[in-house]
């Protein structure tokens, strides 16, 4: 799982650098001139406990940035009409030993399933509007996910 494959359009995953010493680590997650950055909305943070899963739900104009500490299995599904990757789906994890920031467009539908204890860091290029979240079921068939697998040894 540590390769999306296969790639949605418009999503990208950012492995970040860890400079570490005898101290900790320092690690820069993304700056405003990343070109997967677009602009910024809100910064919001988010507790899960183990096993706990966040799905679905996406946006219509909204862009996610996504950093996790802890672990996160995420999935994606894209659901955008005109979109040459639309119905595919890609899982991958984030968190500390897989250190990235994933970007999630407008029209791809997400979630993510705690591995352990794990805070979702995320940027939002608008601010919360409840009239731009849309919610699908967890278990939607159309997408088949099932949030309860844990992700396969490799």
């Not at 999306?4 to 970040?16: D, F, M, R, S, T």
């Not at 679905?56 to 104009?61: A, E, K, N, T, V």
């Not at 991958?92 to 539908?109: E, Q, S, T, W, Y």
């Not at 731009?132 to 068939?141: A, I, Q, S, W």
């Amino acid at each position: 799982m540590s390769q999306p494959q296969p790639a949605i359009a418009g999503v990208e995953l950012k492995e970040l650098t860890t400079h570490a010493d005898e101290r900790g680590f320092f690690r820069e997650i993304i700056r405003e001139t990343d070109p997967a950055f677009e602009r910024f909305g809100q910064w919001s943070h988010s507790l899960m406990h183990p096993g706990s899963a966040k799905a679905w739900h996406l946006h219509r104009r909204q862009t996610d940035w996504w950093y996790a500490i802890g672990t996160l299995k995420v999935a994606l599904y894209d659901t955008r009409e005109n979109s040459p990757t639309q119905g595919t789906l890609m899982q991958f994890l984030i968190g500390d030993g897989h250190p990235a920031c994933v970007k999630i467009p407008p029209g791809v539908a997400h979630g993510c399933r705690a591995l352990e204890k794990s805070h979702l860091i995320y940027l939002t290029s608008h601010t919360y509007d409840p009239d731009d979240e849309l919610r699908l079921p967890h278990d939607d068939p159309a997408i088949g996910y099932d949030w309860s697998a844990w992700p396969p040894i490799t």
